[in-house]
């Protein structure tokens, strides 16, 4: 995997991954030429890598995917949960090949290459695996060059250079720039997204919507998508709006999303935003980052995990029943729950490692899960937490 002699690279190898530690793992590149530092990370998803690069909650983060054949039903305009990847690059086993799916209208290497991502194939994804597993998610710099001319020492100072994710606050950079209203439901075979209305009746009977402002820390579009179906009519505003900004759209509830970065840096301006909305005594849901971010709110701390959840295989307990869902997981912090004020009750945890996976309050109708219930890409069984907040607000 590693090059002994990095000065020279091998017959063939057009890109490469210089490790902070001085490894140098050679590859083929494909998508865009250049090079970006990171840190790199690695998905267990079998599928869903458009989604995957797409969600933002990717800032920062060079994805090896365990599934070895990626790109092989190409790219669409419908599966995306931003305009624009946000994942620096991708590492793979196999080469992309020609796509084989009818909803394909682009390969994936030529998608890459129009938004200027990396991709690297020929690696052993296995072994790279193993190594973040044993020795943690390390900094690395990927790069392309169809000549196989690389500046290794210069690459090698990059990687060693980067200060890593923790005490980074990403959510500014992906955030939308100012507030919206969202619009459109759930995706179906044939029919595409539903642009009109939710397909749940409301509930109670009513016609008029609740009212979810959603803060923007890099979400996903398929959690605006749920909300939604759930029944919920939602405006979006960014990460730094304040609480009089929310408080002008009178809300219903407040929705928290996922996101990039170390949650106690985005906290800096979170938090006492979040605080007054638990205030209003109003229902709360968050996200991956929004989780997080409640949790620093009520008083408990944060953490890098390390090697981090990234995959749609995850089992999660939920301690109130016992039941266990099968979740869709990226995040590199967690909520740690011996930090946990006496009104924050654990609700979920993941069956991997032992972390916290969800919390409730015990005096403020707020929760939060540490998963992704919206999946995209994913396993449907969390989608009843969507209509559990939509449901507290009527």
């Given at each position: 995997?590693?090059?002994?002699?990095?000065?020279?690279?091998?017959?063939?190898?057009?890109?490469?991954?210089?490790?902070?530690?001085?490894d140098?793992?050679?590859?083929?590149g494909?998508?865009?030429?250049?090079?970006?530092?990171?840190?790199?990370?690695?998905?267990?998803?079998?599928?869903?890598?458009?989604?995957?690069?797409?969600?933002?909650?990717y800032?920062?983060?060079?994805?090896?995917?365990?599934?070895?054949?990626?790109?092989?039903?190409?790219?669409?305009?419908?599966?995306?949960?931003a305009?624009?990847?946000?994942?620096?690059?991708i590492?793979?086993?196999?080469?992309?090949?020609?796509?084989?799916?009818?909803?394909?209208?682009?390969?994936l290497d030529?998608?890459?290459?129009?938004?200027?991502?990396?991709?690297?194939?020929?690696?052993?994804?296995?072994?790279?695996?193993?190594?973040?597993?044993?020795?943690?998610?390390?900094?690395?710099?990927?790069?392309?060059?169809?000549?196989?001319?690389?500046?290794?020492?210069?690459l090698?100072?990059?990687?060693?250079?980067?200060?890593?994710?923790?005490?980074?606050?990403?959510?500014?950079?992906?955030?939308?720039e100012?507030?919206?209203?969202?619009?459109?439901?759930?995706?179906?075979?044939?029919?595409?997204?539903?642009?009109?209305?939710?397909?749940?009746?409301?509930?109670?009977?009513g016609?008029?919507?609740p009212?979810?402002?959603?803060?923007?820390?890099?979400?996903?579009?398929?959690?605006?998508?749920?909300?939604v179906?759930?029944?919920a009519?939602?405006?979006?505003?960014?990460?730094?709006?304040?609480?009089?900004?929310?408080?002008a759209?009178e809300p219903?509830?407040?929705?928290?999303?996922?996101?990039?970065?170390?949650?106690?840096?985005?906290?800096?301006?979170?938090?006492?935003?979040?605080?007054?909305m638990?205030?209003?005594?109003?229902?709360?849901?968050?996200?991956?980052?929004?989780?997080q971010l409640?949790g620093?709110?009520?008083?408990?701390?944060?953490?890098?995990?390390f090697?981090?959840?990234?995959?749609?295989?995850?089992?999660?307990?939920?301690?109130?029943?016992?039941?266990?869902?099968?979740?869709?997981?990226n995040?590199g912090?967690a909520?740690?729950r011996?930090?946990?004020?006496?009104?924050?009750?654990?609700?979920?945890?993941?069956?991997?490692?032992?972390?916290?996976?969800g919390?409730?309050?015990?005096?403020?109708?707020?929760?939060?899960?540490?998963?992704?219930?919206?999946?995209?890409?994913?396993?449907?069984d969390?989608?009843?937490?969507?209509?559990?907040?939509?449901?507290?607000?009527?």
């Open positions: 995997m590693a090059d002994a002699n990095p000065s020279h690279a091998p017959a063939g190898a057009t890109g490469v991954l210089v490790l902070a530690s001085g140098v793992i050679w590859g083929r494909f998508g865009a030429q250049g090079q970006a530092v990171g840190e790199v990370c690695f998905n267990t998803a079998m599928t869903g890598y458009q989604e995957v690069l797409t969600d933002p909650s800032a920062g983060q060079i994805i090896t995917f365990t599934f070895p054949h990626i790109g092989n039903v190409g790219t669409n305009a419908e599966d995306i949960e305009n624009d990847p946000h994942a620096l690059g590492i793979v086993r196999e080469d992309v090949t020609e796509p084989s799916n009818f909803r394909s209208a682009e390969r030529d998608w890459m290459k129009r938004h200027a991502r990396i991709g690297l194939s020929g690696i052993d994804t296995r072994a790279l695996t193993r190594r973040i597993r044993e020795g943690g998610a390390p900094n690395a710099v990927i790069a392309h060059a169809p000549d196989g001319t690389f500046d290794i020492p210069m090698l100072q990059m990687a060693r250079e980067w200060p890593g994710l923790e005490g980074m606050d990403l959510a500014r950079t992906v955030s939308c100012t507030h919206y209203g969202w619009q459109g439901g759930m995706w179906r075979l044939g029919a595409g997204y539903d642009d009109s209305a939710s397909p749940l009746p409301l509930a109670g009977g016609s008029e919507r009212h979810v402002v959603a803060i923007d820390y890099g979400s996903k579009r398929n959690i605006f998508r749920n909300l179906a759930a029944g009519r939602v405006t979006v505003l960014p990460a730094t709006a304040s609480f009089d900004e929310v408080m759209l219903d509830g407040f929705f928290l999303s996922n996101g990039p970065g170390d949650p106690a840096a985005t906290g800096e301006y979170a938090v006492p935003v979040i605080r007054k638990l205030e209003t005594g109003k229902p709360l849901f968050g996200i991956c980052l929004g989780h409640l620093l709110a009520v008083g408990a701390q944060t953490t890098k995990m090697q981090g959840h990234r995959g749609a295989n995850h089992p999660v307990k939920r301690l109130e029943d016992g039941a266990v869902e099968i979740t869709s997981m995040h912090f909520v740690e011996d930090s946990l004020p006496a009104n924050a009750r654990e609700t979920h945890v993941s069956l991997f490692d032992g972390s916290n996976a919390i409730e309050l015990t005096d403020k109708p707020a929760f939060s899960v540490q998963y992704h219930p919206e999946a995209s890409p994913g396993p449907q969390s989608f009843y937490l969507f209509e559990r907040f939509v449901g507290m607000m009527w």
